[in-house]
């Protein structure tokens, strides 16, 4: 044992509850599991840390242009009807049906609506903080609330943190960042100010000289994650101020102290740059900070699953027999140099033939260990490359809405969700689906 560690004594811990299926992370992969598997008559918890569904989604209110299957189309479906939901079309650029740019909080309550609609029982502000493995399988989760620390017991475990932090905590192989130089893509620092008079702002060339003035005055500090930037004029570039989020490098979001400096200084240059505006720039005397700014990570742990889909796959448009989730998206990494420059060339070279599509085998939802778990969302078992497509979220609920059936299929027939038939998984799943369309009237 290294010195830095201690033996905690044993403890006993309260069972809360016993379930056919648990599934951890409340983001688009865990809404479409625990749905799926609720639909199918299990006995369903799911536990989210934070206070409200949708993961991602409220940080980045965009579904990009991928088939996204039934559950997803629910969700368009019931967010159109609240005018929640506006679709974006550009025949040249983007995959049908287009892209749709939605009302986070409006998604975030009809998510608990279908959840709810499913019979899905729900832990909002519950951290899923490990597995507990029965016998050398996955049969339930240690989580920790206000409540204190409890186990929910669990025929099949899914894990949807998005950080695969429960198949970690299981044993489960993983991989993280580019396997020759261990880089991870940016995430982002979302914020945003409001009530510039835009018409008022001085020039760029007048901005740039005061940001320059403020950065060596000491009143602006560029974050030291912060990527893109001449720090010697942050946060002016091409032109203008970026006001609305800056990618950050290397940060690890399943470090919590690398998380929180980047966090803690990009909230405190926000306050400065909030300052400086107010006080020196023309046009904002009165603006104000919209958001005190998330971190959104773009990568995490990637699983090893009995499969992993390649980047090959993607640009060739593999179909497999257990192929559970169809997808177009191209691979896109959000790269330092010498990562790849999102060209328009890049992107057309970068995605399955034209009308095409990839399959996601249900292999890559199935760790290799331990036995009673699975995994959907960013976090499953896939080459970097291939991550950069399947990441987004109209897949990441194609992939929860495949993990849920199968663990309701497994559990209704009593084996492992390794155990299941693929084929027959995927004849359940695909039963219906159609490639999505253009609209007959562009937006
Ligand atoms: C900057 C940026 C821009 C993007 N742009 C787009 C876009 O335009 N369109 C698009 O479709 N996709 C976009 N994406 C990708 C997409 O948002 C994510 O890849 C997707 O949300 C992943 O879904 P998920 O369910 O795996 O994870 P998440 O959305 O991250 O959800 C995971 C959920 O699990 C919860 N959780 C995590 N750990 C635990 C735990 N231990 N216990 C309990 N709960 C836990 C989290 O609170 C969260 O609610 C973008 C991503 C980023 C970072």
Known sequence: ??????????????????????????????????????????????????????????????????????????????????????????RERFHPPGRYAIGPHAAAAILLEMVRGAGVELLLG??????????????????????????VRARVVIDCTADADIAASAGTPFRQGDPDDGRIQHGNFRWSVKGIDSDSLPSADRLEALCREAVAGGAIRMPDAVYGFDPACFPFRHGSLVLGGWELLHVDP???VQTTEALVQCQLAGLQILRFLR?????????????PGTFAPRESRRIEGLYTVTGADVLAGAKFEDGVAPA???TDLHDPPPGPAHTWDYILANQPPP???????????????????LVAGRCISAERLAHGSL??????????????????????????PHELDGAALKA?????????VYPSTDA
């Open 279 to 291: 006080e020196r720039v023309a046009g904002c005397a009165e603006c104000r900070m919209e958001s």
């Open 355 to 373: 009308g095409d599509w990839y399959e996601i085998p249900y292999r890559c939802l199935v760790p290799v260990e331990p036995p009673g778990l």
């Open 328 to 330: 177009w998206f191209y």
């Open 391 to 416: 990441r987004i979220m109209p897949t990441c609920i194609f992939l929860g809405q495949a993990a849920g059936t199968a663990a309701a299929r497994a559990v209704e027939a009593g084996v492992r």
């Open 126 to 151: 519950t951290v899923a903080e490990s597995a507990w493995l029965d016998d050398g399988a996955a049969a339930g989760v240690l989580v920790v609330n206000k409540a204190g620390r409890s186990l």
């Open 1 to 90: 044992m290294a010195v830095n560690e201690i033996m905690l004594p044993a403890q006993s811990v309260r069972v809360a509850g016993e379930y056919d299926v648990v599934v951890c992370g409340g983001g688009p992969a865990g809404v479409g599991a625990a749905i799926a598997a609720g639909r199918l008559g299990r006995r369903v918890l799911l536990i989210e840390m934070q206070s409200r569904l949708g993961g991602l989604m409220a940080a980045v209110p965009y579904f990009c242009d991928s088939p996204g299957g039934p559950i997803f189309d629910e969700l368009i479906e019931r967010l159109l009807e609240l005018d929640a939901a506006h679709l974006r079309v550009d």
């Open 428 to 436: 359940e799943l695909l039963a219906d689906w159609r490639p999505p």
């Open 254 to 256: 399943t470090d919590p």
